[in-house]
């Protein structure tokens, strides 16, 4: 009984560790094959009959990491670029759209490898498992208000379209919904020689988040407290510009009853420069970057879990009166890990005019 019990644990064995075949099948002898093959043909039938709940783990734990890479976008479309304040008493209102559609992502241990991939280190741009495809479609109303010449307000308001679907569940529903609403302030305190100003914004969990893996989650279901150091010169005689942003993010932990998954606090950047081709039209560049600590989940750490994306923007803004601009502009993802990877689309108008005349 007890070498009976034993070759069914290795039976087991061989099904997990499919890299042991050769060496296994050489240890059993004859009469294991037997009850080996019965093994095998059970777990293909409780394969068939529950792979989406077997797949449900990685596809829960790739839906809770990954689907928070769109709210840290959310840096890349600034109501307001630069460390330029508005004038006292002005309000800019700004409709931001943003899409991506990809079936990449960039790789970390902590996830699974597709099928026909080898998966050597962390960060290699690789398919979602399963065939997985996110669509994110998103709009951002903002709203910046002149309180005086250096200290501005500013609330934005997002809307999520968000889809991830997968072999383990192609029929996973569209999340539509209002996401996290951001509010802060903005102080400049310098103008020379470079254009400074201190920015501190709240991210309330406004959003839509649940602890169900079938649905994806519009919010992260939790609060964020950033800090951001603006920094930009005109490079005037000629027509250009230079802009930096450099911050930190604090991510807390959510409620014990919204969710048990701790987001790792976020340093990020974005690198900006401009120039004025004709007087109403201005070419730019960007780079964007931003890294994160681990997760932790359930009082663990993951393993693997940061998170980092770099991107490139090439971009236009055109002014096409003294108060109204459109711009539009192409991210390009350069590297990154538990993120996803590809295109991110931009569009943007925004209009500007004084409460107070």
């Known amino acids: 009984m007890r070498e009976a019990s034993s070759r069914s644990r290795m039976s087991l064995l061989v099904l997990t560790k499919v890299q042991a075949w050769p060496e296994v099948l050489g240890n059993l002898e004859k009469r294991s094959m037997f009850r080996l093959v019965n093994l095998f043909k059970l777990t293909l039938r409780f394969y068939q009959m529950n792979k989406s709940r077997m797949f449900l783990r990685p596809a829960s734990l790739i839906l809770k990491i990954l689907s928070t890479w769109v709210f840290s976008l959310v840096l890349t479309t600034n109501s307001y670029a630069g460390a330029w304040t508005l004038k006292r008493d002005q309000l800019l209102v700004k409709t931001s759209f943003l899409y991506q559609k990809t079936q990449d992502r960039y790789y970390s241990r ?111 279901g939790q609060w964020d407290l950033e800090f951001m150091g603006q920094f930009g010169r005109s490079l005037w005689p000629v027509p250009a510009y230079v802009n930096l942003d450099v911050g930190y993010r604090l991510r807390f932990a959510p409620d014990i009853e919204t969710s048990t998954i701790e987001p790792g606090n976020e340093f990020f950047f974005r690198g900006e420069g401009g120039y004025n081709v004709l007087k109403n039209l201005l070419l730019k560049v960007a780079l964007t970057g931003l890294y994160s600590e681990k997760f932790v989940v359930e009082n663990l750490t993951i393993l693997d879990s940061q998170r980092r994306v770099l991107f490139f923007e090439p971009g236009i803004y055109l002014k096409v009166k003294e108060n109204l601009a459109f711009e539009s502009s192409i991210q390009f993802s350069l590297s990154g890990k538990n993120y996803t990877a590809g295109q991110v689309f931009n569009l943007g108008a925004s209009y500007t005019f004084s409460l107070i005349k």
Not at 120 to 141: C, D, H, K, L, W
Not at 167 to 172: C, D, F, I, M, Q
């Open 110 to 220: 902590n996830t699974p490898c597709p099928l026909g991939h080898v998966c050597t280190s962390s960060g290699q741009r690789v398919p979602f498992p399963f065939n997985g495809e996110s669509q994110v479609t998103a709009v951002y109303i903002d709203f910046n208000y002149g309180l005086t010449d250096g200290l501005e307000l500013r609330v934005q308001i997002p809307y999520f379209a968000i889809e991830f679907k997968d072999l383990a569940n192609p029929e996973r529903p569209k999340s539509t919904a209002v996401g996290d609403i951001r509010f802060g302030a903005r102080y400049r305190f310098l103008t020379n020689p470079f254009v400074s100003t201190l920015r501190v914004e709240a991210k309330a969990p406004t959003g839509f988040f649940n602890k169900d893996s079938e649905v994806v989650p519009i919010g992260d």
